[in-house]
């Protein structure tokens, strides 16, 4: 199982930014994804989850009305669009897989949000 995320850089209070997690070594059709973010000095924390079909999506509300979760079975890819972002959004970016009770992570991609 590989997780590699990918979009994360520098942006403006106010802006947007799409970051992408790439996946491979199994099935990924067949399995929830969900994105988690962590600020320096915090604790991870949940960000999103998509179901297997794309057909039912959950985000935390620190962020609802802002961030999209979405994602293409084709490419194999989970994506996060991020809109309106504030500085407490700063934090690296983790997507995370559950397979057969195991938690898969990437290894984060850094979104800063910053004037």
């Known amino acids: 199982v590989q997780l590699v995320e990918s979009g994360g850089g520098l942006v403006q209070p106010g802006g947007s930014l799409r970051v992408s997690c790439a996946a491979s070594?199994?099935?990924?059709?067949?399995?929830?994804m969900s994105w988690y973010r962590q600020a320096p000095g915090k604790e991870r924390e949940y960000v999103a989850v998509i179901k297997s079909d794309g057909g039912s999506t959950n985000v935390a509300d620190s962020v609802k009305g802002r961030f999209t979760i979405s994602r293409d079975n084709i490419k194999n890819t989970v994506y996060l669009q991020m809109n309106s972002l504030e500085p407490e959004d700063t934090a690296v970016y983790y997507c995370k897989a559950v397979i057969l009770q195991r938690d898969y992570w990437g290894q984060g991609t850094q979104v800063t949000v910053s004037a």
């Open positions: 070594g199994f099935t990924f059709s067949r399995y929830a």
